[in-house]
């Protein structure tokens, strides 16, 4: 059974940082993409960050040159590191992961992605 735990979102100050985990287990698939999304109260989630089996990474526009991603295959461990926060980023974030390797690298839709964690909360204040 696969599992995704997030951690490391709280509040902080427009400009702050945070980074945000998530731990991975029971996943054995090579080819994957394991993704960041939020979503902000009535808003359609979103993906934010993106990184594939091959460690190709991509990123939403919103977001490109203020976040990382990044993940350390040895722990099982994802990790986005958010600087130059902004209060537009405040939503929920979720980590999930997708076998549909031929999909999922080509597309942001959260539809690929079938394992995801509860979620961890980011707000940023003005």
């Known amino acids: 059974q696969v599992q995704l735990v997030e951690s490391g979102g709280g509040s902080v100050q427009s400009g702050g940082s945070l980074r945000l985990s998530c731990a991975l287990s029971g996943f054995t698939h090579r080819r994957y993409c394991m993704g960041w999304f939020r979503q902000a109260p009535d808003k359609v989630r979103e993906g934010v960050a993106r990184?594939?089996?091959?460690?190709?990474?991509t990123y939403a526009d919103s977001v490109k040159g203020r976040f990382t991603i990044s993940q350390d295959n040895g722990k099982n461990m994802l990790y986005l590191e958010m600087n130059s926060l902004k209060p537009e980023d405040t939503a929920m974030y979720y980590c999930?992961?997708?076998?549909?390797?031929?999909?999922?690298?080509?597309?942001?839709?959260?539809?690929?992605?079938?394992?995801w964690g509860q979620g961890t909360q980011v707000t940023v204040s003005s």
């Open positions: 990184i594939e089996s091959d460690g190709s990474t």
């Open positions: 999930a992961v997708s076998a549909i390797y031929d999909y999922c690298s080509r597309s942001w839709s959260s539809l690929w992605y079938k394992d």
